[in-house]
Nanobody
Framework: QVQLVESGGGLVQAGGSLRLSCAGSGRYFSAYTVGWFRQAPGKERELAAA????????YYVDSVKGRFTVSRNNAENMVYLQMNSLKPEDTAVYYCAAYSGSWDLFSTPTSYDYWGQGTQVTVSS
C-alpha cells in the first residue's frame, strides 16, 4: 500500500515559479514510477510529467517542456515538480500518482494504482 501527499501549490503571478512535492509512504515507494497529472476546470486530466523509479527516464508534455523539471529523492521517498515560467494555462489541480511496472505504461492513467488528493496551482495574468 502506498499513500501520496502533495504540497507546494498556491497562487503565483505569470512568470513565477512553484515547486510541488509528493511525499510517498510505503515500503516500496522508491520502486514506483510517479506521474504528475493536472486537471483544469472543464478540461480532461492531462499527464504533465513522469519519472521512472530509477530516475533514469522522464517524460514531459510538450506544453511544459523547458519549464518544468521532475525529480526524485528515493532515500527520502519524495518526488518533486519544479515549475518555472508559469503561465495562466498552467492553472489546474495537480495530482501525483504512482504505479509499479514497466516504464512503457507511464502514459496510461489506468496504469497508476495510487493517487494523491491534489494541490491547486493558480497562475494569475
Amino acid at each position: 500500500q502506498v499513500q501520496l501527499v502533495e504540497s507546494g501549490g498556491g497562487l503565483v503571478q505569470a512568470g513565477g515559479s512553484l515547486r510541488l512535492s509528493c511525499a510517498g509512504s510505503g515500503r516500496y515507494f522508491s520502486a514506483y514510477t510517479v506521474g504528475w497529472f493536472r486537471q483544469a476546470p472543464g478540461k480532461e486530466r492531462e499527464l504533465a510529467a513522469a519519472i521512472y523509479w530509477t530516475g533514469g527516464a522522464t517524460y514531459y508534455v510538450d506544453s511544459v517542456k523547458g519549464r518544468f523539471t521532475v525529480s526524485r529523492n528515493n532515500a527520502e521517498n519524495m518526488v518533486y515538480l519544479q515549475m518555472n515560467s508559469l503561465k495562466p494555462e498552467d492553472t489546474a489541480v495537480y495530482y501525483c500518482a504512482a504505479y509499479s511496472g514497466s516504464w512503457d505504461l507511464f502514459s496510461t492513467p489506468t496504469s497508476y494504482d495510487y493517487w494523491g488528493q491534489g494541490t491547486q496551482v493558480t497562475v494569475s495574468s
